[in-house]
């Protein structure tokens, strides 16, 4: 009775405890390590990135497949589903989370984003620009927290490798070069894309 008389005092107090189960405490302190912190960002920015290529060339002059809408449906899905989490654990180096929503309910459709004036539309794409270095932001300080000495790739291959043990699938694979090696820019190296 004790026990109950106790929680709604805690709870109007603002100081209310969520116990956690020893396997939710695992998966939270999986979920806050650094090298899953990169590799939600890194996931994140690329979805992000393949956001934008749908609709940045201009749509005004030609008609909109139903496989293209399609396509981008998945692409803004992708971003709202995961923007819970990638604002929970970027807290501490991105505070953007509000400005990704307006964009994300701005441009619901491809045939909305053609139907946008050219003033709206230019908005849409210096939010998005502005998000997009924001993000890279947060993950240059996340990168500058890596262990003295570590090697970039070795902590993306190590954050692929947790993400694999903990049932997920790795973010992004970091293609090889042609000789085996990976010895490209450190944004195809982050993101998977050749460098020309």
């Known amino acids: 009775m004790g026990k109950a008389l106790n929680q709604p005092a805690a709870r109007a107090s603002g100081k209310a405890k969520i116990r956690l189960t020893k396997e939710q405490k695992i998966r939270v302190s999986q979920m806050l390590r650094l090298e899953n912190r990169i590799s939600v960002?890194?996931?994140?920015?690329?979805?992000?990135?393949?956001?934008?290529?749908?609709?940045?060339?201009d749509l005004t002059k030609r008609q909109i497949t139903e496989q293209e809408e399609k396509k981008f449906f998945q692409t803004i899905t992708g971003l709202a589903r995961k923007h819970f989490l990638f604002c929970e654990l970027m807290a501490d180096t991105f505070?953007?989370?509000?400005?990704?929503l307006d964009i994300l309910v701005n441009s619901v459709a491809l045939s909305n984003v053609k139907a946008m004036n050219e003033s709206t539309l230019s908005k849409l794409e210096l939010d998005w620009h502005a998000l997009f270095l924001d993000m890279n932001v947060a993950m240059g300080r996340l990168l500058r927290k890596l262990p003295a000495g570590m090697k970039i790739d070795d902590a993306l291959a190590q954050a692929d490798a947790m993400a694999q043990q903990d049932g997920s699938q790795p973010a992004v694979k970091i293609p090889a070069s042609s000789n085996g090696s990976a010895k490209r820019g450190l944004f195809s190296r982050l993101f998977g894309r050749k460098t020309a």
């Open 41 to 57: 960002c890194r996931e994140y920015i690329r979805l992000w990135s393949n956001f934008f290529e749908l609709f940045a060339e």
């Open 95 to 100: 505070n953007g989370g509000d400005k990704i």
